[in-house]
């Protein structure tokens, strides 16, 4: 049984996933309208990959006598266009980052409440929310490299149509 405490911040965890959900939707959107194909797959994919986690949490709640739901309030995404494929990826490591130390603030709880099951539960992402910074971090290094260069923007766009399907550490 989950205590109260953890209920809550498990549920606005879960909320925080779907938030992630939406926002990688909403990049993979603007991208595509600008031509990247690679790219709004990769962002896509991510969106599936986030609507994933936050089912994972529903589940976990409901399975250890809670109520996994959404809070029911649209979900706000700050509307926005971005300059270059390097802010975006740079908003996105930001948000990543708030997302981990989330995780972190709820691996605290747990132990605070001696809800070792809860504990065990969330090392998944801990470890998940390990890869997906370093994986932004990689996308802007390489980004970075690329700079102004509209060729190597191209071919590394094409190379990120691939990239989500062979993401490993």
């Given amino acids: 049984m989950l205590s109260e405490k953890i ?3 498990l549920t606005k965890q879960l909320n ?21 194909e690679g790219i709004c797959e990769f962002l896509y994919d991510h969106s599936n990959e986030e609507r994933i986690h936050m089912l994972k949490l529903i589940r976990y709640i409901n399975k250890r006598g809670g109520s996994g739901i959404l809070n029911g309030r649209e979900t706000i995404i700050n509307i926005t266009t971005y300059v270059s494929i390097k802010e975006l990826f740079m908003k996105l490591f930001e948000h990543e ?7 972190n603030f709820l691996v605290e709880i747990s132990l605070q409440e001696k809800d070792y099951f809860t504990y065990n539960f969330l090392q998944w992402y801990v470890e998940e929310q390990i ?6 971090k990689m996308i802007l290094d390489k980004i970075k490299l690329i700079g102004s260069d509209k060729g190597s923007l191209y071919f590394f766009d094409k190379d990120m149509k691939n990239f989500h399907k062979t993401k490993k550490f």
């Fill in 7 to 9: 209920e809550k911040g």
């Fill in 16 to 36: 925080r996933e779907s938030e992630s959900s939406q926002l990688y939707l909403y990049m993979a959107s603007w991208v595509e309208r600008k031509g990247y």
């Fill in 97 to 103: 980052q708030k997302i981990s130390r989330e995780i």
């Fill in 131 to 136: 890869e997906e910074e370093a994986l932004i």
